[in-house]
């Protein structure tokens, strides 16, 4: 079937649309507005009013088939008759809620106390997905903020919720750190970022080669932390492992 982004952007209001997975009408839309909808991108300005609980539905349909076709019997099974909905559910509103909901608001206020010395907000629990198996990664971060008077401040909790939002998507820990150092950035304008990520991924634990202690570590280095070797010392020190 054949549909126009334009209406289906519009929500065409004969109806004309109507059987149309929601998810293909939210595609085209992304395709239209040439969007990037990789697993860790956000989404949520395509989705309209109402349509995320469509795309559950259609999600929980699509999960459920992949019960059958794993051979569980779900209908006698009483332990497997929700899960199509549960992992549905899961999905789009709790493990990868990033993708689909909008940012939290953040209130910027000026640097007015003037402050420029190294400011460290951590640990901040991260909780994510890899993007390659949909295994747990589980594990900490910290950021480094060189402030200057221009600076914006931001409250320290919200260091997590943007952490949060980010880390709420299928990621990849390479990824995660410099999209949420991109959005630091944008909204606090600081001299220097820098970020610290450490983290266990399950996919390396429950499957592949089973290591149960292996962990990742990695780190985005900007501004002032990628020019001044002692202030990336003194940030690295500082940061507890
Ligand atoms: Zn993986």
């Known amino acids: 079937m054949k549909t126009d982004p334009d209406q289906a952007a519009g929500g065409a209001p004969g109806g004309d649309d109507e059987g149309v997975p929601v998810s293909v009408k939210i595609r085209e839309r992304l395709k239209a507005a040439r969007h990037r909808f990789h ?6 300005e395509f989705i309209e009013p109402g349509e995320l609980d469509k795309l559950l539905d259609e999600v ?4 459920q088939g992949v019960l059958e076709s794993m051979v569980i019997d779900t209908e006698s099974d009483h332990n497997t008759g929700d899960t199509a909905r549960r992992v549905a559910k899961m999905y789009l509103k709790e493990v990868f809620a990033g ?8 209130t910027e206020f000026p640097n007015a106390e003037h402050l420029n010395e190294l400011m460290i907000v951590g640990p901040i629990t991260v909780r994510s997905a890899c993007s390659h198996h949909f295994c747990p990664v589980i594990g900490k971060l910290w950021i480094g903020v060189m402030p200057n008077e221009h600076t914006n401040v931001i409250g320290l909790s919200k260091y997590a919720r ?12 390479e990824e995660a750190v ?13 001299d220097g970022l820098a ?16 290591d149960m202690d292996s962990k990742m570590i990695n780190s ?10 002692n202030l990336r010392r003194e940030f690295l020190a500082l940061v507890p492992r």
């Open 178 to 190: 410099i999209q949420l150092a991109d959005l630091i950035q944008e909204k606090t304008q600081p």
């Open 162 to 173: 943007l952490a949060e939002w980010i880390m709420g998507r299928p990621q990849i820990q």
């Open 99 to 106: 993708r689909y909901i909008k940012g939290p608001s953040v």
């Open 39 to 44: 697993s860790n991108d956000n989404i949520a």
């Open 195 to 210: 970020i610290v990520m450490e983290a266990s991924h399950y996919c390396m634990a429950w499957r592949g080669v089973k």
């Open 60 to 63: 929980t349909v699509k999960m």
């Open 220 to 229: 985005v280095m900007r501004g002032v932390f990628l020019k001044d070797a």
